[in-house]
């Protein structure tokens, strides 16, 4: 029986593989001794200022209102709880912008491609006066010249005693949940349950005869059934707080203040011209010959660019778009401009002054627009690899 001869292993800097880890060991070395350097050097910096690092400042008393919160919020609550309301308003600005960027955006990019030759002139226009305008100065156009130019509270805009515009901000009716709020729930539940039924029968359907079946009829009943049952067994779902002039501003209800609205207005119009062009080109990498296919077989036009068109298009609209939507989480930090108390502006910002605590308020803010970007990057991914087109 033959035997292999041993193999000789070179070790010798001739050999590019071994030169390759040596490059890589180097590498790591220097990148570790680069870390150990500044670590030393800053806790050695604190300690001859007598500043005490950690997080132990979070249970201090913060001592400052915060114009804007979603949750209760005190000046007398914690670093803690300011760190949740300026996480929070972060958030809803983001939420905020993503939705009205992505729906602006897809209009604006079907009308790019309209056969209306004014729409598609105005959409040209649309895109590329606002993606070309800094998205700073469009926050300070909406801000100082719009908003801060409203009437005041007493000459405010009203629409039927519910809204009022005024320049300190859109008050506006405020939802508290009422004693069937629970059982209301319940009810969207068991709607959505039953449409989720109801689709995959009707998909079924579809498949096995060829005709289709609408959902949305027995949905819509099952939700008012059970929703007006809910209501008459157990009282209202939600109570409404309407806003009321007293002395020389608004109380009760809630308010959009002039920084959110600014702030979303501005990261919206700026965004969604980019959306434009991403929806565009996405329609346009679609094969021409698909959308006469589906003319040729009768489909309207609608029909044709919901289930033929865009299906296609979003395998090449979706990695752009991520990018976007990302660039609306950091751009939001911009609200420290005009005041918005986002995580920035409260704790890379007011929260530092008082404490001190910069490498700590720091992290801890690049922190959270670190996660909100990839928790964004996920779920985009997720997204992309389930259109993605499997070769088989």
């Known amino acids: 029986m033959l035997q292999r001869p041993p193999v000789k292993r070179d070790f010798s800097l001739t050999n590019p593989a071994m030169r390759a880890w040596l490059y890589q060991i180097a590498v790591v070395i220097a990148v570790l001794a680069i870390a150990g350097y500044l670590l030393h050097n800053t806790v050695t910096n604190l300690a001859q200022r007598g500043i005490t690092s950690g997080f132990a400042f979070l249970n201090n008393s913060a001592g400052f209102g915060i114009?804007?919160?979603?949750?209760?919020?005190?000046?007398?609550?914690?670093?803690?709880?300011?760190?949740?309301?300026?996480?929070?308003?972060?958030?809803?600005?983001?939420?905020?912008?993503?939705?009205?960027?992505?729906?602006?955006?897809?209009?604006?990019?079907?009308?790019?491609?309209?056969?209306?030759?004014?729409?598609?002139?105005?959409?040209?226009?649309?895109?590329?006066?606002?993606?070309?305008?800094?998205?700073?100065?469009?926050?300070?156009?909406?801000?100082f010249a719009v908003l801060r130019n409203l009437p005041g509270p007493r000459q405010a805009v009203n629409a039927l005693d519910t809204l009022f515009l005024s320049n300190r901000g859109l008050y506006m009716p405020a939802a508290q949940f009422g004693p069937g709020a629970l059982p209301a729930a319940l009810a969207i539940l068991i709607t959505l349950a039953v449409a989720f039924m109801l689709i995959r029968r009707n998909k079924r359907h579809q498949m096995l005869t060829g005709q289709q079946r609408r959902a949305w009829p027995l949905t819509l009943a099952t939700l008012v059934v059970l929703i007006g049952l809910s209501h008459l067994l157990f009282g209202h779902a939600l109570l409404w707080e309407f806003p009321a002039l007293r002395g020389f501003n608004f109380n009760g209800g809630m308010v959009l203040i002039p920084e959110?609205?600014?702030?979303?207005?501005?990261?919206?119009?700026?965004?969604?011209?980019?959306?434009?062009?991403?929806?565009?080109?996405?329609i346009?990498?679609?094969?021409?010959?698909?959308?006469?296919?589906?003319?040729?077989?009768?489909?309207?036009?609608?029909?044709?660019?919901?289930?033929?068109?865009?299906?296609?298009?979003?395998?090449?609209?979706?990695?752009?778009?991520t990018s976007q939507y990302l660039n609306i989480v950091k751009n939001s930090s911009l609200a420290a401009a005009i005041g918005y108390p986002d995580m920035v502006s409260l704790f890379a910002g007011t929260v530092l002054n008082q404490t001190g605590q910069a490498i700590e308020t720091i992290a801890m803010t690049m922190s959270v627009y670190l996660a909100i970007s990839l928790l964004i990057s996920l779920l985009m991914n997720i997204y992309n690899r389930k259109i993605a087109l499997i070769e088989r």
Do not use: M
Request: hydrophobic share 50%; aromatic share 10%.
């Open 260 to 282: 959110l609205a600014a702030l979303a207005l501005a990261l919206s119009v700026y965004t969604s011209s980019f959306i434009a062009e991403i929806i565009r080109s996405g």
């Open 284 to 321: 346009q990498s679609v094969s021409h010959g698909q959308q006469e296919a589906a003319l040729s077989l009768g489909l309207p036009k609608s029909v044709t660019l919901r289930k033929v068109i865009l299906p296609q298009a979003l395998r090449v609209i979706i990695p752009p778009l």
């Open 67 to 143: 114009v804007q919160h979603l949750i209760d919020y005190q000046q007398g609550d914690t670093y803690a709880r300011v760190f949740v309301v300026g996480l929070l308003n972060t958030l809803l600005v983001s939420v905020i912008c993503i939705l009205c960027a992505s729906l602006l955006g897809f209009v604006v990019g079907l009308a790019r491609l309209s056969d209306n030759w004014l729409l598609r002139k105005l959409s040209a226009i649309y895109i590329e006066t606002f993606r070309n305008i800094p998205p700073l100065l469009q926050i300070f156009f909406w801000y």
